[in-house]
């Protein structure tokens, strides 16, 4: 167990710090980011495609699909490329649904560090509802100007990285706890013979 609670506790502060650096990034460079980010995807979508399209030419009959496959992924990414804001739309429907699993699995947290018998769960709890609005708000999409939503995910990230890294912190000394006492309370019982 004390193993599992280690690699949680790994996997959710790098979850938190890399929600933050990403925050930071499009908080500072939305529209480089963005930039970037689509000309990158454009380049592995063209990418995809061109294996495709080789793999098609050297064997036809064991991949009768992988031609029209892979020009159509060829297609998209100089599509992609081209048109890179058919794909920004996309980017705070993605984040927002990051942020709602987030807000979820902290809510799933505050339960279990109330089980646990952590005093504060409420805090907890709150965090994951402020979480779960801010990736609705990311969903819904509420701002027009394309910078402006970057910033508001960043910034966004940025408090789901550290409140994780905090919601973490406190279910995992909850969870210790309990550990703790359950280890204290199991001791062997030898009846010796004193005469």
Not at 14 to 34: D, F, M, N, Q, Y
Not at 65 to 82: D, K, M, N, T
Request: charged share 15%; hydrophobic share 60%.
């Amino acid at each position: 167990m004390k193993d599992a609670m280690k690699r949680v506790k790994a996997d959710l502060i790098l979850s938190a710090v890399l929600c933050v650096a990403l925050g930071v990034v499009l908080l500072v460079w939305p529209a480089e980011t963005i930039d970037i980010f689509c000309k990158v995807l454009a380049a592995g979508v063209v990418l995809m495609g061109a294996v495709q399209l080789i793999s098609y030419l050297r064997e036809r009959d064991i991949h009768p699909f992988a031609g029209v496959l892979g020009l159509l992924l060829v297609l998209v990414g100089i599509w992609i490329f081209v048109r890179p804001a058919s794909i920004v739309s996309l980017i705070p429907i993605v984040i927002g649904v990051i942020l709602c699993a987030h807000g979820i699995q902290d809510v799933k947290l505050a339960i279990e560090t109330k089980a646990n018998g952590y005093e504060r769960w409420w805090s907890i709890l709150l965090i994951a509802v402020v979480s779960l609005a801010l990736g609705v708000i990311c969903i819904v999409n509420a701002f027009g100007v394309v910078t402006l939503a970057l910033q508001f995910i960043g910034i966004a990230l940025i408090y789901d990285g550290i409140s994780d890294l905090w919601i973490a912190s406190r279910a995992i000394r909850a969870a210790r706890s309990v550990l703790q006492e359950a280890e204290a309370v199991d001791v062997d019982y030898r009846e010796t013979d004193d005469k």
